[in-house]
């Protein structure tokens, strides 16, 4: 449960959100992502198993009193406003909501209130098409990226859909990638991009020049096992959900290795409200061990946990709020954590 740091840099952990639900309403089924409006409201969403696909939508809630604010974009469908595959969400200047969706093959806009808004939703290869739309973000002058995912490349429009560029090409080396996945920018507008099965990140200008790409095969420092996403904060540190190791890297703006975070969940309010009506359950849970010994044939980091509550179990998201607080999205667990530079 330590965080192993190798310099002064450290987080803190704040809270954990998040309780499964079998219903509309409060609490997450297998959240992908998060984002933030202009007013501090934290939009999640909700990519569901296939048995649950009804519970897909984007579910809103506040950080500091963690109540439940409403929702939209309910169950799966060919609406307008419906979804099949949501992946990815990021907001742009004007407050609108930008949703991926890879099954779909199209982005979905939605106002704050949830309204929707229009679409981009051509299957193809072509300028301004997709096959897999996986990460979006979304830079300071509004210009929109998109992760192409099966046509292995990174797109760049405007907020009404208009093509600006492009680059990538499927392989392993500089430029190229096997089924991208995160995006994010940083203050320069430097784009990054968690270059999934290449178990690597790889950062470019804002006109797709390749500027640097860090990370290998492996379990040790500074190396991936499918990175999922990555986010870099105003002091150039970049966070990287490292989902296959089940963890979260931190690295400087030189690609150093910072710190390692498996997780330090503690029970959400949510939780405590639901065992508190449910005593049977509450009793069991106390007499349950959270944190088990496991054998040796169970060390791996998906087992381990699995097993162990409080970690990472699925750290599919790494999003920053206009707080610099850190989100960890968790699609096992079905919650968020929080923490906080010190």
């Known amino acids: 449960m330590s965080t192993h740091t190798t310099s002064t840099f450290t987080l803190d952990y704040v809270k954990t959100v998040g309780l499964a639900t079998n219903q509309i309403g409060r609490g997450f089924i297998n959240p992908y992502d998060v984002a933030f409006s202009r007013d501090g409201r934290i939009f999640v969403l909700n990519h569901c198993d296939s048995a649950r696909k009804n519970?897909?939508?984007?579910?809103?809630?506040?950080?500091?009193?963690?109540?439940?604010?409403?929702?939209?974009?309910?169950?799966?469908?060919?609406?307008?406003?419906?979804?099949?595959?949501?992946?990815?969400?990021?907001?742009?200047?004007?407050d609108r909501l930008y949703v991926t969706d890879e099954l779909h093959h199209r982005v979905t806009i939605f106002d704050a209130s949830g309204k929707f808004l229009g679409k981009w939703d051509t299957k193809g290869s072509g300028d301004g098409e997709f096959n897999g739309p996986a990460g979006i973000a979304i830079d300071q002058q509004d210009n929109v990226y998109v992760v192409d995912q099966h046509n292995s490349r990174v797109q760049k429009l405007t907020t009404a859909g208009e093509y600006l560029g492009q680059w990538g090409e499927p392989g392993d080396g500089n430029g190229q990638f096997n089924l991208p996945w995160g995006v994010t920018t940083d203050s320069a507008g430097d784009v990054y991009v968690a270059d999934w099965r290449n178990d690597r990140v790889q950062k470019f200008s804002p006109e797709g020049k390749f500027i640097?790409?860090?990370?290998?095969?492996?379990?040790?420092?500074?190396?991936?096992?499918?990175?999922?996403?990555?986010?870099?904060?105003?002091?150039?540190?970049?966070?990287?959900?490292?989902?296959?190791?089940?963890?979260?890297?931190?690295?400087?703006?030189?690609?150093?290795?910072?710190?390692?975070?498996?997780?330090?969940?503690?029970?959400?309010?949510?939780?405590?409200?639901?065992?508190?009506?449910?005593?049977?359950?509450?009793?069991?849970?106390?007499?349950?061990?959270?944190?088990?010994?496991?054998?040796?044939?169970?060390?791996?980091?998906?087992?381990?946990?699995?097993?162990?509550?409080?970690?990472?179990?699925?750290?599919?998201?790494?999003?920053?709020?206009?707080?610099?607080?850190?989100?960890?999205?968790?699609?096992?667990?079905?919650?968020?954590?929080?923490?906080?530079?010190?």
């Open 55 to 94: 519970l897909m939508r984007v579910g809103i809630v506040d950080l500091d009193e963690e109540e439940y604010l409403g929702e939209f974009g309910k169950g799966s469908g060919t609406g307008d406003d419906q979804f099949n595959s949501p992946v990815a969400m990021a907001f742009d200047s004007q």
């Open 212 to 342: 640097a790409s860090f990370g290998e095969s492996g379990t040790g420092e500074g190396q991936f096992h499918r990175p999922s996403a990555v986010a870099v904060d105003l002091q150039g540190y970049v966070y990287i959900a490292d989902w296959g190791n089940e963890r979260v890297q931190v690295f400087d703006a030189n690609g150093a290795f910072q710190l390692e975070l498996r997780g330090q969940a503690t029970e959400s309010r949510w939780a405590g409200d639901y065992l508190n009506v449910n005593p049977d359950e509450k009793r069991t849970r106390e007499m349950s061990n959270l944190i088990p010994d496991l054998p040796p044939h169970l060390n791996t980091p998906h087992h381990i946990s699995s097993q162990t509550e409080p970690y990472f179990w699925g750290p599919v998201s790494v999003r920053l709020d206009g707080q610099g607080r850190l989100f960890v999205t968790e699609s096992n667990r079905h919650r968020f954590q929080v923490y906080q530079r010190s």
